[in-house]
């Protein structure tokens, strides 16, 4: 009866989190042991040496396969549920930023903008906070990029839309 719950919460927490529980237990434990975590706990800083394989978090493929945006929308409104999690949302946030973000855009208030808006839940103000980032600059790819994904109703539309912004 024992297996039986175990295996029940590690589905509810690969389901939560996106993540086994063991595996996470064994990463942390072993991390530990291995004195990887010893520098990052004494001064609270990790710069590009002290980094590890486990820093990195993965979105993990799309359990619905779905485009973001515009299929996302149509499966809400279908359904009334959100297709990803707040923990789905964070990781696909933190890898859009990563992919169409650097560091020298730290002084533009149009990527400032956009930094904002790829963390944002909400498709309205999202698109918002897109088009006063175009605004600011007219030639604002990540913008572009945001608005074919939330503003499309079909994935087809959103390619048309992002290659006719883009290409310009």
């Avoid at 989190?17 to 237990?25: A, D, L, N, R």
């Avoid at 990563?98 to 208030?109: A, G």
């Avoid at 944002?120 to 074919?148: F, V, W």
Wanted: hydrophobic share 40%; proline share 4%; glycine share 2%.
């Amino acid at each position: 009866m024992l297996i039986y719950c175990y295996f029940l919460f590690e589905w509810w927490y690969f389901t939560s989190y996106g993540v086994s529980f063991i595996e996470q237990v064994l990463i942390n434990f072993i991390a530990f042991v291995t004195g990887n975590d010893s520098q990052r706990i004494n001064d609270n800083s990790i710069d590009d040496e002290n980094q590890t394989d486990y820093d990195h978090s993965i979105v993990w493929r799309n359990p619905l396969s779905l485009f973001r945006g515009s299929e996302y929308n149509q499966l809400t409104l279908a359904t009334n549920k959100e297709p990803l999690t707040f923990y789905d949302m964070n990781l696909s946030a933190q890898e859009h930023q990563v992919f169409f973000t650097c560091e020298s855009d730290i002084d533009h208030p149009d990527m400032e903008i956009m930094l904002t808006a790829w963390r944002e839940r909400d498709p309205e103000i999202r698109i918002k906070s897109a088009h006063k980032a175009l605004e600011k600059n007219p030639g604002c790819a990540p913008a572009y990029i945001l608005l074919a994904e939330e503003e499309a109703k079909t994935v087809a539309e959103s390619w048309l839309f992002a290659l006719a912004n883009l290409a310009d």
